[in-house]
Nanobody, 128 residues
Framework: QVHLTESGGDSVQSGGSLRLSCVASGQTDKHNFVAWFHQAPGKGRVGVAAIYAGDKADFTSYADSVKGRFTISLDTAKNTVFLQMSDLKPEDTGNYSC???????????????????WGRGTQVTVSS
């Protein structure tokens, strides 16, 4: 079992930046990838970025909507995945949750159904 805890959500103005953190605990050697998902108000979850959870390779994936604005990174010593968000837009508003999967697919998947472990999320609000 993997437990995931997110933090870092806040209210910012359009064009601002935030850094989200996702700390993994439990059986952290049991998952291959960690991803961030965005759920806008009244909508389903959409994968925005994913990363290989080990230190033997550098695999990342990004949704087109965040390329060039968001960066996912990993601190293996702290079992923490970060999502650096820049040039935030009102449409980035929503709940951001991290998820982990044992599935091995390259590039790292952004499909919700491929992830087994989920955190509760952290809220990001971007005002215009």
């Amino acid at each position: 079992q993997v437990h995931l805890t997110e933090s870092g959500g806040d209210s910012v103005q359009s064009g601002g930046s935030l850094r989200l953190s996702c700390v993994a605990s439990g059986q952290t050697d049991k998952h291959n990838f960690v991803a961030w998902f965005h759920q806008a108000p009244g909508k389903g979850r959409v994968g925005v970025a994913a990363i290989y959870a080990g230190d033997k390779a550098d695999f990342t994936s990004y949704a087109d909507s965040v390329k060039g604005r968001f960066t996912i990174s990993l601190d293996t010593a702290k079992n923490t995945v970060f999502l650096q968000m820049s040039d935030l837009k009102p449409e980035d508003t929503g709940n951001y949750s991290c998820a982990a999967t044992m599935v091995w697919i390259v590039p790292p998947p952004l499909k919700e159904e491929l992830y087994q472990y989920w955190g509760r999320g952290t809220q990001v609000t971007v005002s215009s």
